[in-house]
């Protein structure tokens, strides 16, 4: 079992940023990547950032140039994921969620999720 809890959700004008924060804890040595996801009204959760145990990253094509994802090491785990959000728009407006992958099956752990919204 791994529990997310996200931070730095809000509201920005639009060419802002906003950074995003994600510590992981419980059986943290298991978790093959973390990452984020992202819901807007009416549609449906996607993927927006991950990056693995190893380093590797992976973006959305809209976030590609705007969005940096990374980890930092706590109690000689990776378990803390940042969203480093710059040049937002409008329709980066969602409730973003922190994701984990963990252990051999690959089970899906999920933060509460938190609100960015962008004015224009």
């Known amino acids: 079992q791994v529990q997310l809890v996200e931070s730095g959700g809000g509201l920005v004008q639009a060419g802002g940023s906003l950074r995003l924060s994600c510590t992981a804890s419980?059986?943290?040595?298991?978790?093959?990547?973390m990452g984020w996801y992202r819901q807007a009204p009416g549609q449906q959760r996607e993927l927006v950032a991950t990056i693995t145990s190893g380093g590797t990253t992976n973006y959305a094509d809209s976030v590609k140039g705007r969005f940096t994802v990374s980890t930092i090491n706590r109690e000689g785990a990776k378990n803390t994921v940042y969203l480093q959000m710059n040049n937002l728009k409008p329709e980066d407006t969602a409730v973003y969620y922190c994701?984990?992958?963990?252990?051999?099956?690959?089970?899906?752990?999920w933060g509460q999720g938190t609100q960015v919204t962008v004015s224009s």
């Open positions: 419980g059986n943290i040595f298991s978790m093959n990547a």
């Open positions: 994701h984990a992958e963990v252990g051999v099956l690959r089970w899906n752990s």
